[in-house]
């Protein structure tokens, strides 16, 4: 039984860095995502929503934000 809460831990863990790597990659709040990713049983939600989220892409002071 203790093996089993250990590997769903580290099945956790994994799933909230890669939330983590996501977020970094696409430039959404880091620690938003990241905290909703170490929520078990949400994370894998969560993972799945970044997953499909655009990049986004900086603004410069020269260029329009679209509405």
Request: aromatic share 18%.
């Amino acid at each position: 039984m203790t093996q089993l809460i250990v590997l769903l831990l580290f099945v956790n863990l994994g799933i909230a860095y890669q939330c983590y790597r996501n977020a970094t990659f696409k430039g959404y709040p880091v620690k938003i995502f990241t905290g909703l990713g170490l929520v078990p049983y949400f994370n894998l939600v969560v993972w799945v929503y970044l997953l499909f989220l655009p990049d986004l892409k900086p603004f410069s002071m020269n260029e329009k934000q679209p509405l």
